[in-house]
């Protein structure tokens, strides 16, 4: 069974920057994508970035120019680098990996932005 353990995540004012990280337990074969959620209080899951095997990236419009996903395959981790955050920002920030032949979720990790 694959875990994702996340850390990273804070209180931090408006403005200023936050970096997130995955790492799963092991390599996972068959990979497709490697992706950052979020979940405010009373609203849905939604995606904020996603990277795919081949290194293409994908934005939520919210968030395009601010935030960055990278990844580090020889440390089966994935990264979100969060600069000019804003208290729109605050959720609950989950990691996501889906391969072929399964998905895996982390514990999610809460970023808090102050006005």
């Known amino acids: 069974q694959v875990q994702l353990v996340e850390s990273g995540g804070g209180v931090v004012q408006a403005g200023g920057s936050l970096r997130l990280s995955c790492a799963a337990s092991?390599?996972?074969?068959?990979?497709?994508?490697m992706a950052w959620y979020r979940q405010a209080p009373g609203k849905q899951r939604d995606l904020v970035a996603l990277i795919t095997r081949g290194g293409s990236t994908n934005y939520a419009d919210s968030v395009k120019g601010r935030f960055t996903i990278s990844r580090d395959n020889t440390k089966n981790a994935v990264y979100l680098q969060m600069n000019s955050l804003k208290p729109e920002d605050t959720a609950v920030y989950y990691c996501h990996i889906d391969a072929t032949m399964a998905a895996y979720w982390g514990q999610g990790t809460q970023v808090t932005v102050s006005s």
């Open positions: 092991r390599s996972i074969s068959s990979l497709n994508f």
